[in-house]
C-alpha cells in the first residue's frame, strides 16, 4: 500500500532534470501563445473591436505563471549548483523542484488549452435603435432599468421582458441595462441575439455561443445537433452554479426555446437560466415566453424629447423665430424616439423656410396614431430621396438577412447597374458610401458600431418592404415560418424583381420569377443541390447569391442566366466550377470558403469580370496557367487564404499560374494574394497603381490578420533574399498602412530608409528578427511616421534607437498609441524626452527583457515635466539596468540645470513625470529599483486600478522622499480607484514608506 508514494518521490528525485527541461518547453510554448494573443489583442484595439473578457485574465494569468516558472527554475538551477560545486544532487532540493514543476507543467498546459481556440475579439453589437441618451441618461428610462436590475434580482423571476410599439426605444434600453448588468457583474455571464421577424436558429445559437466564449459550436452546421451542444453547455453551467442571463431582443412572436439549445420546460419557459426579453407584443412575452414581469415602456416625457430633440439639432432650436417649429415638431413626434431623431436629422441643416414646408406638409398626419405616424414620416423621409439612393434601399432590405458588408452591397449594386454613370467598382464604392450616409443623415438607416456599417430599423424594413409593392419594385424576404416557396402566391413571385430565401429546406424543380433581378438564397443543408431546371425562367436575373449549396457539373443550372452580372458562392461544394465558363457577361464572380481544387481554363472566358474573390477556398491548388491573364478588365482580385502555388517565371512548361499574368491586368487596383516562396516573384510586377493590397511574402504567420487596414504588407525574408531591392516591392512598401517585416539582413540600416517616400499611410508597424535594423528613423532627411498608431519591435539584437537623433525628430511619431519593445537588448533608452512629451495620445507602453536598457526616457532637454495623458497601460519588465524612468542624457552636451534626472532616489518622480489616465502598472524584474513613487507622483496617478510590482530585489519601500523642494508630506497618500494591489518577491523590502505620511487609505481603500 505505500509503495507508489515511495516509488513516486523517487521518481521525482531521479528525473528532475527531466521534469527541468519539460518545464522550460511548457514555457516556451505559453510565451509563443501569450505573444499571439497580445498581437491580435492590439489589432483588435486598434480596429476598435471588443476585446473578449477571458483575454485580459488569459494575459494576467499567463504572466503570473511565467513569473513563478521562472523562478522555479532559476531557485532549482542555483540550488542544483550549490550542492558538493554542483557535482551532486541535493535530493531534498530536487523532490521539492520536481513535485513543485509537474504542478506548473500542467498549470500552463491547462491554461493553454482552455484557451487556444478561444475568439479573441469581437465587433459589439451596434444598436438596433436610436441612442436616446447621453451619460446622464433620461430618468423615465432610468427608473425602468432599475426595475429590471430589480426583477432579474428577485430569485423568483427567470423570465423578464419590456413591451412597448415599435421605435419607442426598447433595444436601445436593453443595451443601456445590459451595460449595467455587466458593471456589476451580477451574472457569470451574460448573453445576447437578436432575435427579429424572421428568426435564423442558427445565428441566434451562433451570437449566444459568441458571448458564452463557446467556440467549439461554429464548428457544427447541423441546427439540431448545435442545441444541444448549447444545451449541454447551459446546463454545465448550471450544475456548477453559474449565473446566466441570456438578452432575447425584438421578439415578434413565440421562440422555441428548446430548438435554440436554451434549457426550458414543456410550457416554453426557461430553466436554469434567466432571459431578458423584448417585444411589441405583451402577449407574447406572457402567453408564448412564460414573463414572470413584463415592464411597459412609453414615450419620453416632454422635457426629454425636447433634450433630445435639441441635442441633435444644436443651438438653432434656441433662436426665436425656430422655437414655435420646434414645439410643433415635438407635439408631432409624440415622445417617440425613433420620430424624434428622424425629424431632428431632417431638420438639422434646414432653412427656417424648410422646417415651415415640412411642418405644413406633416399636417395632414397630425392626428393619427403614433404607428400610423411613423409610417407617414417615414414615407416623407423616403419620398425626399433621389430614385438611385431609394433602389439602394430596397437593396439594403432585401439584403438584411444575411447582414451585408458594403463591399457586399458594392457588388450587388454593380450587377444591378444601379450606379448611373460609374465606370468602375472604385467609383461604385465611393457612390455607395456617399448614398448610406444620405440614408444616416435621413434616419432611414442608423449608425453602426463597425467602421463604415450601418443598420436598418424595423420600422424601416417594413415600410420599405410594403412601399416597394406600391412603387412597383416589389421585394421579397421569405419568412421562417413559410416551409417553402410553393406556400406563396404564383402571382407574387411572378412579379417581383428582388427576393431572399434565407434557410431553404428544399427547392423546387423550377421557379417562375420572370421579372427578378436578384435572388438571394441561402441553406444549412450541404448536400442541398440545385436542380438544372430552377432558373429557366428568370431570364432578366442580374444578381445571384448563393449559400451552402452543392454544384453538380452536368448540365449546369445557369444556362438560361444570360444576363447575370454578379455571382457569388459562399460554402458551397463544386463537382466542375468549369460549369460557370459560359456566362460570358459575368463581372463579378465570388467563390468564398467553397470547395474547389482547380480553377479550369473555362474560367479564362469570363473576360468582362472586374472582380474575382477566392478567399477561404484552401483547397484550392491549381489554376490553369493563362488563365488570371485572360481577365484584363479585372480590377479587384482576391486570394486570402487561398491559391499560393505560383509558378515561377522561368518555369516551362507552366503546370499553374503564374504572377506575371497579374501584369496583363491594366486596371487592377485591389489585390490579396499570398506568396509564400519569394523566388517566384517576377523582374517586373506592376502593382504600383494598386490602392489597396494585402500582400504576404514568405513563409509568414499572417501576423496582420486581424488587423483590417486597406494595404498591408507582410515580408518573411531570408538572409539572401533580395526581395527589398525589387522596386515594385518598396512602391507598396510606401503606401502601406499595415506592415510587417522579419527577417531582413541587408544594409538598411534604418525602417525608414526602405522607402524613398517614407511611410505616410502607416498606422502598424511590427518588426521582429531583423538583425540588420538599428534605428527605426535615423535620418532627419527621411518622412516622419506621422500617421503611426501602432509600433511593435521585437528580438532586434542591433536596434540601438528609435529615434536616432533627438529634437529633429519632436513630432516624429505624434499619433502613437501602442509601443511594445521585447528583446532588444542594445537599446539604452526607449525615447528621448523631446520625443516623448510629444505623443500626447499614447495609450499603452510596454518595454520587456531588454538587457542594457538603463532608462525609459533620456532627458535631452531643459524643459522639465512632461505629461502622458492618455498613458492607460504602463509594463515594465526584465529590465536588470534600469535605476529611473528618466535617465540623464549620455551627451555632454545636455543642459545640467535638470541635475535631478538620473540621481533621484523614487523610480517615478511626480516633479519629472505625470500619467493622469494610467489604469494599470506593472513593474517585475527592475534589479536596481530602490524606490518605486515620490508622494508627488501619486497625486497624478488618481486613475490607477491595477498596481503590481514584483521580483525587484534592492526595492527597500514603495515610497521615499520628496527631493530638492524640501516639501513636508503630512497628507494621506491615496490611490482612489486602486483595486487589485499585488507586491511579491521583493526580497529586500524593509517597509512601505521610507518619510513618515498616512498611507493607510492608500493600502485599504477597496
Known amino acids: 500500500m505505500g509503495f507508489d508514494p515511495i516509488k513516486r518521490g523517487f521518481g521525482y528525485v531521479m528525473s528532475s532534470n527531466s521534469y527541468a527541461d519539460n518545464l522550460r518547453q511548457e514555457v516556451r510554448n505559453l510565451e509563443y501563445e501569450d505573444r499571439r494573443v497580445r498581437s491580435a489583442e492590439a489589432t483588435a484595439r486598434n480596429n476598435l473591436q471588443h476585446i473578449h473578457a477571458w483575454v485580459p485574465g488569459f494575459l494576467e494569468s499567463a504572466e503570473e505563471v511565467l513569473t513563478e516558472a521562472s523562478d522555479l527554475l532559476g531557485e532549482f538551477e542555483g540550488a542544483s549548483k550549490s550542492c558538493c560545486y554542483g557535482t551532486l544532487p541535493d535530493a531534498n532540493c530536487r523532490y521539492r523542484f520536481s513535485r513543485e514543476a509537474k504542478h506548473k507543467i500542467d498549470d500552463i498546459k491547462n491554461l493553454i488549452l482552455e484557451n487556444k481556440d478561444m475568439e479573441i475579439s469581437f465587433?459589439?453589437?451596434?444598436?438596433?435603435?436610436?441612442?436616446?441618451?447621453?451619460?446622464?441618461?433620461?430618468?423615465?428610462?432610468?427608473?425602468?432599468?432599475q426595475e429590471i436590475m430589480d426583477a432579474l434580482a428577485d430569485d423568483t423571476k427567470s423570465v423578464v421582458g419590456v413591451h412597448g410599439m415599435g421605435g419607442v426605444g426598447k433595444s436601445t434600453l436593453l443595451e443601456d441595462a445590459e451595460k449595467r448588468i455587466r458593471a456589476q457583474k451580477s451574472f457569470d455571464w451574460v448573453a445576447r441575439a437578436d432575435v427579429s421577424e424572421n428568426p435564423d436558429i442558427k445565428r441566434i445559437q451562433g451570437e449566444i455561443a459568441h458571448w458564452l466564449g463557446f467556440t467549439d459550436l461554429e464548428k457544427e452546421e447541423d441546427v439540431s445537433l448545435r442545441a444541444n451542444l448549447l444545451r449541454s453547455r447551459l446546463e454545465k453551467e448550471k450544475r456548477e452554479k453559474k449565473k446566466v442571463l441570456?438578452?432575447?431582443d425584438n421578439l415578434w412572436e413565440q421562440l422555441d426555446l428548446k430548438s435554440v439549445g436554451i434549457p426550458c420546460g414543456p410550457d416554453n419557459k426557461a430553466i436554469g437560466c434567466k432571459l431578458l426579453l423584448t417585444s411589441r407584443d405583451l402577449d407574447v412575452l406572457q402567453r408564448e415566453m412564460g414573463c414572470d414581469k413584463a415592464f411597459p415602456l412609453g414615450g419620453l416625457q416632454e422635457e426629454e424629447a425636447r433634450a433630445l430633440f435639441e441635442r441633435l439639432v444644436g443651438d438653432k432650436v434656441r433662436q426665436d423665430e425656430f422655437r414655435p417649429l420646434v414645439n410643433e415638431a415635438l407635439h408631432r413626434c409624440a415622445g417617440v424616439p425613433f420620430l424624434i431623431v428622424a425629424m431632428a436629422k431632417r431638420f438639422e441643416n434646414a432653412e427656417l423656410f424648410e422646417w415651415k414646408d415640412a411642418l405644413t406638409q406633416m399636417d395632414k398626419f397630425v392626428d393619427r396614431e403614433n404607428s400610423g405616424l411613423i409610417d407617414d414620416m417615414l414615407k416623407w423621409s423616403y419620398d425626399k430621396l433621389e430614385p438611385e439612393v431609394q433602389a439602394l434601399l430596397r437593396l439594403c432590405i432585401v439584403s438584411s438577412a444575411s447582414k451585408p458588408s458594403l463591399d457586399d452591397l458594392v457588388r450587388?449594386?454593380?450587377?444591378?447597374?444601379?450606379?448611373?454613370?460609374?465606370?468602375?467598382?472604385?467609383?461604385a464604392t465611393d457612390r455607395l458610401r456617399s448614398h448610406i450616409r444620405a440614408l444616416q443623415a435621413s434616419a432611414l438607416l442608423l449608425d453602426s458600431e463597425d467602421v463604415g456599417g450601418f443598420k436598418i430599423h424595423d420600422l424601416v424594413r417594413e415600410f420599405v418592404a410594403s412601399v416597394s409593392w406600391r412603387d412597383h419594385h416589389p421585394l421579397l424576404i421569405l419568412e421562417d415560418k413559410v416551409k417553402s416557396v410553393t406556400e406563396l402566391s404564383k402571382d407574387k413571385l411572378k412579379n417581383c424583381e428582388a427576393m431572399c430565401f434565407p434557410n431553404m429546406k428544399e427547392l423546387q424543380q423550377e421557379l417562375n420569377c420572370p421579372e427578378l433581378r436578384i435572388l438571394l438564397l441561402s441553406t444549412n443543408n450541404d448536400s442541398l443541390p440545385i436542380p438544372d431546371s430552377y432558373f429557366n425562367s428568370m431570364r432578366n436575373l442580374m444578381v445571384l447569391n448563393l449559400i451552402g449549396i452543392r454544384l453538380t457539373c452536368s448540365p449546369s443550372p445557369f444556362q438560361s442566366l444570360v444576363n447575370l452580372h454578379t455571382l457569388c458562392f459562399q460554402n458551397c461544394s463544386f463537382e466542375d466550377v468549369a460549369i460557370l465558363g459560359n456566362l460570358k457577361g459575368l463581372q463579378i464572380l465570388s467563390i468564398v470558403d467553397s470547395d474547389i481544387q482547380q480553377l479550369p481554363e473555362e474560367i479564362g472566358q469570363l473576360v468582362e469580370l472586374r472582380l474575382l474573390d477566392l478567399n477561404g477556398c484552401s483547397q484550392l491548388r491549381k489554376i490553369e496557367p493563362g488563365v488570371l491573364g485572360n481577365l484584363m478588365k479585372l480590377e479587384e482580385l482576391y486570394?486570402?487564404?487561398?491559391?499560393?502555388?505560383?509558378?515561377?517565371v522561368e518555369q516551362t512548361p507552366p503546370t499553374n499560374a503564374s504572377l506575371s499574368e497579374l501584369n496583363r491586368m491594366k486596371n487592377l487596383h485591389t489585390l490579396h494574394v499570398s506568396i509564400p516562396n519569394p523566388s517566384v516573384l517576377p523582374e517586373d510586377l506592376k502593382v504600383k497603381k494598386l490602392t489597396k493590397y494585402k500582400i504576404n511574402i514568405g513563409d509568414t504567420w499572417r501576423f496582420l490578420s486581424n488587423y483590417k487596414g486597406s494595404s498591408t504588407l507582410e515580408l518573411k525574408l531570408g538572409p539572401t533574399n533580395d526581395v527589398l531591392q525589387r522596386g515594385y516591392i518598396r512602391s507598396i512598401l510606401g503606401k502601406a498602412d499595415g506592415l510587417f517585416l522579419e527577417g531582413m539582413h541587408g544594409n538598411d540600416q534604418s525602417i525608414c530608409a526602405?522607402?524613398?517616400?517614407?511611410?505616410?499611410e502607416l498606422k502598424y508597424l511590427w518588426v521582429m528578427n531583423t538583425p540588420s535594423v538599428h534605428y527605426i528613423l535615423q535620418s532627419p532627411s527621411h518622412t516622419a511616421f506621422k500617421t503611426l498608431e501602432s509600433l511593435l519591435l521585437e528580438n532586434l539584437i542591433n536596434l540601438e534607437k528609435i529615434c536616432c537623433s533627438h529634437t529633429s525628430y519632436s513630432k516624429s511619431f505624434s499619433t502613437l498609441k501602442v509601443v511594445r519593445v521585447e528583446d532588444c537588448d542594445k537599446m539604452k533608452v526607449l525615447f528621448p524626452r523631446s520625443v516623448m512629451r510629444e505623443l500626447p495620445q499614447l495609450e499603452e507602453l510596454k518595454v520587456v527583457n531588454c538587457e542594457l536598457m538603463r532608462g525609459i526616457v533620456e532627458a535631452d532637454d531643459d524643459r522639465g515635466k512632461f505629461e502622458l495623458p492618455k498613458l492607460r497601460v504602463l509594463k515594465l519588465h526584465a529590465l536588470p539596468n534600469v535605476k529611473n524612468f528618466i535617465t540623464a542624457g549620455s551627451s555632454p552636451s545636455n543642459s545640467t540645470s535638470d541635475d535631478q534626472v538620473g540621481t533621484q532616489t523614487a523610480f517615478f518622480n511626480g516633479q519629472q513625470v505625470a500619467f493622469p489616465n494610467l489604469e494599470t502598472l506593472k513593474v517585475w524584474g527592475l534589479d536596481n529599483l530602490g524606490f518605486m513613487f515620490s508622494p508627488s507622483m501619486v497625486k497624478s496617478l488618481a486613475q490607477l486600478r491595477k498596481l503590481k510590482i514584483g521580483d525587484c530585489k534592492e526595492m527597500e519601500a514603495i515610497f521615499t522622499e520628496e527631493e530638492g523642494l524640501g516639501v513636508e508630506i503630512s497628507e494621506t497618500l491615496e490611490f482612489p480607484m486602486l483595486t487589485d494591489l499585488r507586491l511579491y518577491m521583493l526580497t529586500n523590502l524593509a517597509c512601505f514608506s521610507r518619510e513618515k505620511c498616512k498611507i493607510l487609505s492608500f493600502f485599504f481603500h477597496h
Open 123 to 145: 465587433i459589439g453589437p451596434a444598436s438596433t435603435l436610436i441612442k436616446i441618451r447621453d451619460d446622464g441618461g433620461f430618468e423615465s428610462r432610468a427608473s425602468v432599468i
Open 246 to 248: 441570456i438578452i432575447l
Open 412 to 427: 450587388y449594386g454593380f450587377g444591378l447597374g444601379l450606379f448611373e454613370q460609374v465606370g468602375s467598382l472604385e467609383e
Open 639 to 648: 486570394m486570402d487564404r487561398s491559391f499560393d502555388q505560383w509558378n515561377a
Open 754 to 760: 526602405l522607402s524613398q517616400v517614407g511611410f505616410p
